[in-house]
């Protein structure tokens, strides 16, 4: 499985998202190797009421990775433009730009609507290194490429928290009172998760000791309603 080093939503760049994700461990590295794991709607709870009205009237329009020049400018490790800080999510204006052209692939509202019981959730789903550019539905402004990534990475930094290798390194309890958690992978773990309602990370392949082996299976369906 390749590595995304950013908080993210698989398949986002697609107009056919990826509804369901799971991974099967078939080796697990002596340490390092978690997959992070933070709410969407966790995430929009933790803005201000300014900031959720202001989230919930954008679109955010995506594009797709070149990823075979992206990995060959890696060796293999795809780089991103967003990174994993103990304070969220923060760009990375360095790191080369693996997109194809400037084509828009796909278009989705930042936040989705669904239930949990009877209370109805706003739920940010994103991937910050394929954002091309966030329009605003009323009024169809759209801002420029680095305003729309400086303003995506505000609204996410409140709720995903907990992304340093010392916070991994300091125990799952901690974590865990936290918004984001770290599952720390075992041979034979399964984990399922739904993309509407959460975003994911690896951490850093440099802090791995030993193999992790992944079997991961993404289902599809038609694009999903708001």
Known sequence: VATRLEWHTDNIDSPTQSVLTSLHCLA???SGGETMFAGGPEIFAALSEAQQTVAASLTARYTRWDETNARRQSDGLCKVQAMMVPDGTRLARHAPHPLVGDTITAEHPLVRWGHRGSQQHGSIATTPS?????????????????????MLAALLRPGTTLAGREDIDQGLEKQQKGLAWAHRWTRGDFVCWDNRWMIHSTTSPLTWEGERLMHRVRLPAPAMST
């Open 28 to 30: 697990a590295p002596r």
């Open 130 to 150: 394929l954002l091309h550019s966030l329009e605003h539905a009323g009024t169809g402004e759209v801002l420029g490429f680095e305003e729309s990534r400086d």
